[in-house]
């Protein structure tokens, strides 16, 4: 079955760090997204991409850079962890073509000490 | 940016009851997704339903595009049916999702 998977599913790591969560879906999804859910914001959007190249951002995007050279994997990665972004983040992705439906992965939990 | 409203915010119903969760947005949408979240913290879809009206079981749900806002109605409710129930929007055709705070729902022997 198809399926969307993010690693780590729990990490720790210290302010200034570089961290990369890695997010991989087997759907053939063109389009990857980033959210961070953080209590009383709910889920929101840090980058998304529409295919491999393309990049954008969300939301709340400092911090962070994602890259897409394939259409499987999405890593999110931030350049110097701050306590700030201490949050679960979620990987989704959806199809282009018949509907905007997103699917999500599991999450990761960071805690940035 | 559109607003996403969920009401109520809390809800603690007895095991067998039924409710009806709310989702107010403030601008045309064309994606409309409804979302539980475990206590184990997994997003499981519920619907997509831009417009219209789906049934899953014992869940079911309602957009009136026209009017802003959709209904997720859960009956006889279960203890499985505990967790937090998200609505989510995109304006655009770009499948950027906006959420609402959402639904915490307990649902108690």
């Known amino acids: 079955d198809a399926e969307i998977t993010q690693s780590p599913r729990h990490k720790i790591t210290e302010t200034g760090r570089q961290v990369t969560l890695a997010c991989h879906q087997t759907w053939n999804h063109n389009n990857m997204f980033w959210y961070r859910q953080d209590l009383g914001h709910g889920l929101r959007l840090i980058h998304y991409?529409?295919?491999?190249?393309?990049?954008n951002k969300g939301e709340v995007s400092d911090g962070y850079s994602v890259s897409r050279s394939n259409t499987e994997d999405l890593p999110l990665t931030l350049e110097s962890a701050a306590s700030s972004q201490t949050s679960v983040y979620f990987c989704?992705?959806?199809?282009?073509?018949?509907?905007?439906?997103?699917?999500f992965g599991p999450g990761t939990r960071l805690t940035v000490t | 940016g559109i607003q996403v409203e969920q009401s109520p915010p809390d809800l603690i119903l007895q095991e067998g009851a039924n409710s009806t969760l709310r989702c107010n947005f403030s601008?045309?949408?064309?994606?409309l997704q409804w979302f539980h979240q475990n206590p184990w913290g997994q997003l499981i879809n519920l619907f997509y339903?831009?417009?219209g009206t789906k049934q899953n079981g014992r869940l079911s749900a309602t957009t009136v595009a026209t009017e802003r806002y959709s209904l997720l109605y859960i009956s006889s409710s279960q203890t499985t049916d505990s967790g937090v129930y998200f609505c989510a929007v995109d304006t655009g055709t770009a499948s950027k999702l906006t959420f609402g705070t959402g639904t915490r729902l307990q649902v108690t022997l």
């Open positions: 339903i831009p417009s």
């Open positions: 991409s529409y295919g491999v190249q393309d990049t």
């Open positions: 601008d045309s949408v064309n994606n």
């Open positions: 989704a992705s959806s199809d282009s073509g018949r509907s905007y439906e997103q699917y």
